[in-house]
């Protein structure tokens, strides 16, 4: 059974979406990090961008409000904002390997405390699903992650070392899961906030390293 | 103008299509995807092609159309050069997989900004390119490196096209293209790789000069071959 604890698929999306700092170009990657479109940013200006060519596009298009034309990175029907501006393929990834990228947001399968993580082949699998997560891991001024905390089985996602290969190696900067936020640093995993109905055992004991608890440790408001 | 670009169907657009040949499919998530040219290309039944495309699959395409799996599928595909070789979920099934995993079918997979920048340094006279993503990983193994400013990149190859596929939204009769919106995506870049270009286009083929210079995404020099194809149901 997958562990539905904690925080809702949203929840996650609008807990690291919080994180993004006014003027920031954020990538948002396919899976959950796409829901993060959908995510209140207040009074700071964010631009998403897209790898398939889209600076600057907006919420997900409600129902019947779909153009064919437009998709985000995972093929879901957004909306386009105000001074929004397309590009085809390599100048999208030249926007992304010449760094302009504060911040991209990705799903993974594993993430090491030394902030490796995996998302682009399972165990066993001939072949993989790269997409754009290379170019970006290795480019983008920070990777963020969002993931549930465990596999199907309950085995931990944040662990000592990846087992599955990697996406690149020492990049991650943050993760959030339905137990709350997670930093990684130089010290290892640090978790910022928990998940209201989620106990510090609980995500000791779901964590496959050491989890760092500071002092100013809060509860995710939602 | 000596010799027309307007094709009157998809089939005699590819109809000289040969065994061996490597053909670039356009398109992301099936938006500018130019699948009624794939499936053509599946009628015409040229054998033992290297396809290039983001990915083995698109979504849903419509009656008529189809995508690399469907060329696997009919036996046409040696090799499939992608970002993507297995789907992204264990439940998915695609078509390629079972083929790829019994050994029928080989596969090379690239980063997908690598697969653009291949792709663009084909069309631009360079042979090969340096880039970051990948080091430290999988897809490394094998490939040249070097440390620029104390950071390692990869060396990556030119990937030229024989043929080029690509689905416009207005093209003019020069050849001219005009894409909306994310349909632009690979499209302007395998027609820079490729020896040939073969356009579906959503609208009506315009005369010379109805497009604005200024607002032209594809110059004409890229484009061989134009079929006007029918809107409805397209994705």
Request: proline share 6%.
């Amino acid at each position: 059974m997958a562990d539905e604890k904690g925080l809702t698929r949203q929840q996650m999306a609008n807990l690291l979406a919080a994180e993004f700092q006014d003027g920031w170009i954020v990538n948002l990657g396919v899976g959950i990090p796409t829901m993060c479109s959908n995510a209140d940013f207040g009074d700071r200006v964010i631009t998403l961008h897209s790898e398939n060519g889209v600076i600057g596009y907006g919420p997900m298009a409600g129902e019947g409000h779909e153009d064919r034309h437009l998709v985000n990175a995972g093929g879901q029907h957004v909306t386009i904002n105000p001074g929004a501006a397309i590009v085809h393929h390599a100048d999208s990834f030249a926007l992304i390997r010449s760094g302009r990228i504060d911040v991209t947001v990705m799903g993974a399968y594993e993430v090491s405390g030394s902030g490796d993580f995996a998302n682009w082949k399972l165990k066993g699998a001939k072949g993989g699903g790269i997409g754009g997560a290379m170019d970006l891991a290795a480019c983008a001024q920070r990777v963020f992650i969002i993931m549930e905390h465990t596999t199907r089985d309950g085995a931990p996602r944040i662990v000592e070392k990846c087992t599955l290969p990697i996406t690149a190696p020492g990049v991650v900067k943050m993760v959030a899961t339905n137990y709350g936020l997670f930093s990684v640093g130089p010290e290892g995993v640090t978790i910022r906030a928990i998940a209201p109905n989620i106990t510090l055992d609980e995500v000791k004991t779901a964590t496959g390293c050491t989890v760092h608890v500071p002092t100013d440790l809060r509860v995710v408001a939602v | 103008m000596s010799r027309s670009k307007i094709f009157p169907s998809l089939d005699a657009a590819v109809a000289d299509i040969p065994d061996g040949a490597t053909i670039g499919f356009a398109g992301f998530s099936g938006v500018g995807s130019p699948c009624f040219l794939v499936g053509a290309l599946i009628r015409q039944g040229a054998k033992n092609l290297t396809c290039v495309a983001n990915s083995t699959n698109q979504r849903n395409p419509p009656p008529g159309g189809a995508d690399m799996g469907g060329v696997c599928a009919n036996g046409q595909l040696a090799k499939a050069i992608c970002a993507f070789t297995a789907p992204t979920r264990p439940s998915q099934k695609l078509p390629f997989t079972e083929f790829y995993e019994a050994g029928k079918v080989d596969a090379e997979i690239v980063p997908q900004g690598t697969l653009a920048e291949r792709l663009r340094a084909a069309g631009s006279g360079i042979p090969a390119f340096f880039t970051p993503a990948g080091v430290g990983t999988e897809i490394a193994e094998g490939k040249e490196s070097r440390i620029f400013n104390g950071r390692t990149y990869l060396m990556e190859h030119a990937l030229p096209l024989d043929y080029a596929f690509l689905r416009a939204w207005k093209a003019d009769m020069l050849g001219n293209l005009q894409f909306r919106l994310t349909q632009r995506n690979f499209n302007p870049l395998m027609a820079m790789a490729a020896r040939v270009t073969i356009v579906e286009v959503e609208e009506e083929i315009l005369p010379a000069g109805a497009i604005d210079p200024d607002l032209v995404h594809v110059p004409g020099v890229y484009v061989h071959r134009l079929v006007k194809v029918n809107p409805k149901g397209m994705a």
